[in-house]
């Protein structure tokens, strides 16, 4: 399984970005998939997730709460994050990841974020 994480850049404050991770399977057969960052210095922190049940469901970190959106495309077997008014917190290398099973977790490799005061 590989994962394709993209759409990082610089952004001011207050801006946004969207985020893509596309895989190279079916996401259906994912149990769940998400996005983890780690800033500078810092350990790496769950995002926000998508379960693949039928409904989608989510979670997000309470910092990126109501800002925040992730979804999937499951014809493109992609996953996005929409980043809304991003804060300079946000900084960060963000990774997609997916689990299967009791597989070892699956991880794209890092897009980097960067937003400006």
């Known amino acids: 399984v590989q994962l394709q994480a993209s759409g990082g850049g610089l952004v001011q404050a207050g801006g946004s970005l969207r985020l893509s991770c596309a895989a190279s399977?079916?996401?259906?057969?994912?149990?769940?998939m998400g996005w983890y960052r780690q800033a500078p210095g810092s350990q790496r922190e769950l995002v926000a997730a998508?379960?693949?049940?039928?409904?989608?469901?989510?979670n997000y970190a309470d910092s990126v709460k109501g800002r925040f959106t992730i979804s999937r495309d499951n014809a493109k077997n992609t996953m996005y994050l929409q980043m809304n008014s991003l804060k300079v917190e946000d900084t960060g290398l963000y990774y997609c990841?997916?689990?299967?099973?009791?597989?070892?977790?699956?991880w794209g490799q890092g897009t980097l974020v960067t937003v400006s005061s």
């Open positions: 998508v379960t693949s049940n039928p409904f989608g469901s989510t």
């Open positions: 990841y997916a689990n299967i099973g009791r597989r070892p977790t699956y």
């Open positions: 399977i079916n996401i259906l057969s994912m149990d769940h």
